[in-house]
C-alpha cells in the first residue's frame, strides 16, 4: 500500500464510527493542508509575520 493510502487509511481509521462523510472528508482535507505546510516550510517556502501581516492589510482595503 502506498504512503499516501496509508495516512489516509490512518485518519478515517481514527475518526468515530459515527463520523459523517463531511465529517472525514474535512478531516483529510485538514491533513493535506498541515502537509502541505510542512512541506513548504522544509523547503524554505515561508515568509515572516511582518510580511503576512502586511499582505494582509491590502487584503482589507
Known amino acids: ?3 499516501i493510502k ?3 487509511t ?3 481509521q481514527s475518526q ?3 463520523a459523517t462523510y463531511e465529517e472525514i472528508m474535512r478531516e483529510l482535507a485538514f491533513e493535506r493542508m ?3 505546510g ?3 516550510s522544509r523547503n524554505g517556502r515561508v515568509i515572516s509575520n ?3 501581516e502586511r499582505r494582509i ?5
Do not use: C, F, G
Open 1 to 3: 500500500m502506498s504512503n
Open 6 to 8: 496509508e495516512k489516509m
Open 10 to 12: 490512518e485518519v478515517i
Open 16 to 18: 468515530p464510527d459515527d
Open 34 to 36: 498541515v502537509e502541505r
Open 38 to 40: 510542512l512541506a513548504d
Open 50 to 52: 511582518d510580511e503576512m
Open 57 to 61: 492589510r491590502t487584503w482589507q482595503k
